[in-house]
């Protein structure tokens, strides 16, 4: 009953699904405003990232101005309770952020990504046994694990991204094995395996492209939330205190009593940084995930009616 | 004057990124009380469109022109706001696959009784009661309004589909594809069912689907649309006995016969894309006696007998067939 | 009953869960070396008779199977150690902090919940619109915000007209009326509680969007409006219902982990809840009450997903299997 807007011949098959390769990403992003803003946000912190240790005005080890300087011309941000320059601290923190981020997912990807396909494509038991196992450690809550943990084994960065990896790589699981199930039923699947092409190779050549843009929404997805969770964990003493990164910035600045010495600048630039980072993800990843949403847009119900256009004239060639 | 009038309906949509569809392109036809019409054509030929749009129900990206006159009065003269009122009480509608055209929470007697409170037919008990006894008048048992959907089979929800649209005695019955999705045997029995109800009521069946034998079956008259248009209307028996459009002849002659189970159409080619302008008869790709006029003029839907027109040029020659 | 089956294996399951997590609970804080309970040197203030007294009543000196059973033995009676810190059963204080943290978290996501289906309707309802994009962006925005930034930031602009921390004033204690003492905890809520409420919304807003579009797309939305119901019926009468059913498993499911999540609000605004209090155990090494807090929280969360899925099998009658 959808309306008929497409060409029929093409739905048969699925061959005509939209997720195929570098094609799609374009299109998402022609078409999607949400897309190409995020996008840019999410490149221009990894440029910052990458060049902040050169273009950071001053150093972020040796004090160069008073506790709690406020903003001025030379400290645009002030300065926080060590005597270190806010801008600075920021981007510096940033690159620390950004990296704990990329590789907290790096980690949930590939165990997440392994779980689902592994459990997607060989079903049965591989499946029923990764699934409840997934299942329990869906049941644990986050942050006091991870609390649980970091004080087990110690406050380092590298805790901190192994034990955010750990934690969430069950979605990604979840959705890359819904996607492999479904993919693994097309036919020129079925075709390849009719030809004896080994389960390597249909995965690797047939069911990781199709999976790719879905993992690659999900990927930017995972990092907002490890950028967000390397904050919390920061802030409640469960990383290394020296470290300089985002959240660090936020412990400090709650821990040297900030607020009450009304030094707002120690506080505020570091929250706008963290949300524009996970606002970027967060509008790229899920413009994708709409995009790959095959369902038509259609719409019955909105505040907005069709139109009624005059008849111009009279006969078949008229209007 | 006849029931139903419709007269140079246009429908054009506005897909997001994309250029704009003209998905309906001057159909017209009429109908009169208790007669049976069919609709006929490929996916994507307009036919589901036409009938929205009969009943103004468009989505916010499309608009429309022309006139849908009920007892000569055009029902889409001020919009949707003006449309809403005709809804159900003068045209009802039955859509395909009511697995999802009813709503899963909720019971099917309530579905039913819904909008006979609404119009002012009947309220709470008196609603309840009469819900079931159009659910016995489709051949259900009254005590299954009771139920949810996903409680009924493929063919009782149709059924149910149906008695729902006669809640508030509409003078004219939609169908969209009621038999797509049920097997044969029910299909049958819908069909029947359907026959029926326009006798025995008097109501005007308009019957929308692209296998053939349903409208040999049911329907007297019948249209073939093609591309958004009508390329040929008439009697089912002239539709299938004498042909004057390449289209219905090639479509009638692809079915095995007309008791058969596979009602799929192959027409080599595929429909043109209705998004840009075509010149000459939109059918000529795949045509298989094209003239050289059909590549520049589109041809006008004309009378080739009595109640019988055809858009093709074929029939201007002298002794065409 | 309609499907008591599912119930039952819905129950069975989380009884297995509850069990899975017990043992993950004991794995975690006494097979793992390095965990004060296993080294006693670690313990603060250890005399020799506590941890004489330790070692019998957590059989620390016997095969770790033999503990595991001490373990869960104690754990039946209602036995969770005591905390080092306190030198009190950890059970009773836990139970205290979470009769603190419950009351500000279900004000907090009851807030959020409503706030997000206003905005989440409206957004939808009015799709494209510059309210659209305001109540979107704004929702996206909150969400991404970090918890504490927007405590500290709540503490910055509130600080001096609202209480800063604490759950009460500590002068007023003694015998004043009730009334006085529970607004007086009221108000040092509010900080808090906004907080949950102004992180949390933005998902809620997001999903009930979304989902209100989806099923602004559904068939039996099409058929209500071909019954002439006026739009805003629909949205009430059928959208709304279906709509709501991703929220209502979202916020269960969410719950669970608000608990645990609170312990930023708390740290930030020393509030004596469950979240507080496994900071503070963090901080002192006081691990039978990490240990019994993780195991509560864990118990907390599958019994919230259990509450999600019954919520769900009442709301959604296609659910018996």
Redesign the interface.
Request: charged fraction near 15%; charge should be positive.
């Given at each position: 009953?959808t309306?008929?807007?497409?060409?029929?011949?093409l739905s048969a098959e699925g061959e005509g699904q939209p997720s195929h390769r570098a094609g799609f990403f374009r299109t998402v992003l022609?078409?999607r405003k949400a897309a190409v803003v995020g996008l840019s946000i999410i490149v221009f912190f990894v440029v910052l990232a990458i060049v902040a240790p050169y273009i950071a005005p001053y150093s972020v080890t040796e004090p160069s101005c008073a506790v709690y300087a406020p903003p001025s011309p030379q400290h645009w941000l002030g300065c926080d309770d060590g005597g270190f320059d806010m801008v600075s601290l920021l981007m510096v923190g940033g690159r620390i952020s950004m990296i704990v981020g990329f590789a907290a997912t790096l980690v949930a990807m590939i165990i997440g990504g392994g779980v689902g396909i592994l459990s997607g494509y060989f079903g049965g038991w591989v499946d029923g046994s990764l699934m409840r196992v997934t299942?329990?450690l869906l049941?644990?809550?986050?942050?006091?694990?991870m609390?649980?943990?970091a004080?087990?084994w110690g406050a380092s960065l590298f805790h901190v991204i192994i034990v955010i990896g750990i934690l969430e790589w069950t979605t990604t699981a979840r959705i890359i094995r819904a996607q492999v199930m479904s993919v693994r039923e097309r036919v020129y699947v079925k075709r390849a395996r009719g030809m004896g092409a080994g389960n390597f190779r249909i995965v690797w050549r047939h069911i990781l492209p199709q999976v790719g843009p879905l993992l690659i929404a999900n990927t930017v997805l995972t990092i907002?939330i490890a950028i967000?969770l390397e904050?919390?964990l920061a802030?409640?003493?469960?990383e290394d205190p020296t470290a300089v990164t985002w959240g660090t910035i936020?412990e400090n600045?709650?821990q040297r009593t900030a607020?009450s010495s009304g030094a707002?600048w120690a506080?505020?630039p570091?929250?706008f940084a963290?949300?524009?980072v996970?606002?970027g993800c967060?509008?790229f990843g899920q413009a994708v995930e709409d995009a790959l949403n095959p369902?038509?847009?259609?719409?019955?119900?909105?505040?907005?009616?069709?139109?009624?256009?005059?008849?111009v004239g009279?006969g078949?060639g008229?209007? | 004057m006849s029931l139903l009038e419709v007269s140079g309906l246009h429908v054009w949509f506005e897909p997001p990124h994309a250029a704009e569809v003209h998905a309906v392109q001057g159909v017209s036809f009429a109908l009169d009380a208790g007669e049976r019409f069919g609709l006929v054509g490929e996916s994507g030929c307009g036919k589901t469109t036409t009938v929205l749009a009969l009943m103004g129900l468009l989505p916010p990206n499309a608009s429309a022109a022309g006139e849908v006159l009920i007892d000569g009065q055009n029902i889409l003269a001020g919009g949707e706001d003006s449309v809403q009122a005709y809804r159900w009480k003068d045209v009802a509608m039955v859509f395909q696959g009511a697995m999802n055209a009813l709503n899963p929470v909720k019971k099917v007697g309530w579905q039913i009784a819904e909008p006979m409170a609404f119009h002012g037919v009947a309220q709470g008990a008196a609603a309840r009661k009469r819900a079931g006894e159009l659910l016995e008048m489709v051949g259900i048992p009254a005590a299954a309004g009771d139920r949810y959907p996903h409680e009924f089979s493929g063919g009782m929800r149709q059924r149910a589909a149906i008695a729902m649209a006669l809640a508030c005695e509409p003078k004219i019955l939609l169908a969209d594809e009621p038999t797509t999705a049920l097997d044969v045997m029910v299909q049958a029995q819908i069909l029947e069912l359907l026959t029926g109800l326009a006798r025995d009521l008097g109501l005007a069946l308009v019957l929308v689907t692209h296998d053939l034998p349903v409208v040999a079956q049911v329907c007297e008259r019948a249209a073939v649309m093609y591309a958004g248009e009508i390329v040929e209307a008439g009697p089912t028996e002239a539709l299938y006995h004498n042909p004057r459009h390449p289209y219905t002849r090639l479509l009638f002659a692809a079915t095995p016969d007309l008791y058969g189970r596979d009602a799929v159409i192959s027409i080599p080619g595929a429909p043109p894309r209705l998004d840009g302008e075509i010149t000459g008869c939109p059918f000529r790709p795949r045509c298989d006696v094209p003239l050289d006029r059909c590549r520049d003029e589109d041809p006008e839907l004309r009378l080739v007998e009595a109640g019988h027109r055809a858009a093709c040029h074929r029939n201007d020659l002298v002794g065409a067939s | 009953m309609r499907g008591s089956d599912y119930l039952i294996k819905r129950g069975i399951f989380a009884l297995v869960t509850v069990y899975v997590a017990i043992t993950i609970n004991f794995f975690l804080f006494r097979v793992l070396p390095g965990t004060a309970v296993t080294d006693l040197s670690r313990v603060p203030h250890a005399s020799p008779q506590l941890q004489h007294a330790l070692t019998v009543e957590f059989g620390l000196d016997k095969p770790k199977w033999e503990q595991y059973l001490i373990y869960l033995k104690n754990l039946l009676h209602g036995n969770m150690g005591i905390s080092f810190a306190y030198q009190q059963p950890v059970r009773d204080l836990l139970i205290q902090d979470l009769k603190n943290t419950i009351p500000m978290v279900t004000v907090g996501t009851v807030a959020a919940i409503v706030i997000g289906m206003i905005t989440g309707i409206l957004s939808a309802w009015r799709r494209g619109s510059a309210a659209d994009h305001v109540s979107t962006n704004a929702a996206i925005l909150f969400y991404a915000f970090p918890t504490q930034w927007l405590g500290l930031m709540l503490l910055i602009i509130f600080a001096g007209t609202l209480p800063a921390g604490g759950m009460e004033n500590p002068f007023l204690f003694g015998a004043e009326p009730f009334f006085q003492h529970l607004a007086d905890i009221g108000q040092h809520m509010i900080l808090p509680a906004l907080t949950l409420t102004l992180t949390a919304y933005g998902s809620y807003t997001l999903i009930v969007r979304s989902s209100m579009l989806e099923t602004f797309g559904e068939d039996y939305v099409l058929t209500a409006r071909a019954k002439g119901l006026p739009a805003r019926r629909v949205v009430r009468r059928h959208a709304f219902r279906n709509a709501m059913l991703p929220l209502v498993t979202l916020v269960a499911l969410d719950l669970g982990y608000i608990v645990g999540g609170a312990v930023l609000i708390e740290v930030i605004f020393s509030w004596p809840g469950i979240g507080l209090a496994m900071y503070d155990a963090i901080g002192q090494r006081d691990y039978p009450m990490l240990q019994g807090g993780f195991l509560i929280l864990t118990i907390s969360v599958i019994f919230l997903n259990v509450v999600a899925d019954l919520l769900y099998f009442r709301l959604d009658p296609r659910i018996s299997e």
């Open positions: 009953m309306l008929p807007l497409q060409d029929p011949l022609k078409e299942d329990y049941v644990i809550p986050d942050l006091v694990f609390m649980v943990i004080d087990l907002a967000y904050t919390a802030f409640l003493g469960l936020l600045a709650f607020i707002w506080i505020v570091a929250g963290i949300a524009a996970i606002v967060f509008l369902r038509l847009r259609v719409a019955y119900l909105s505040i907005r009616p069709w139109r009624l256009r005059p008849l009279r078949p008229a209007i | - | -």
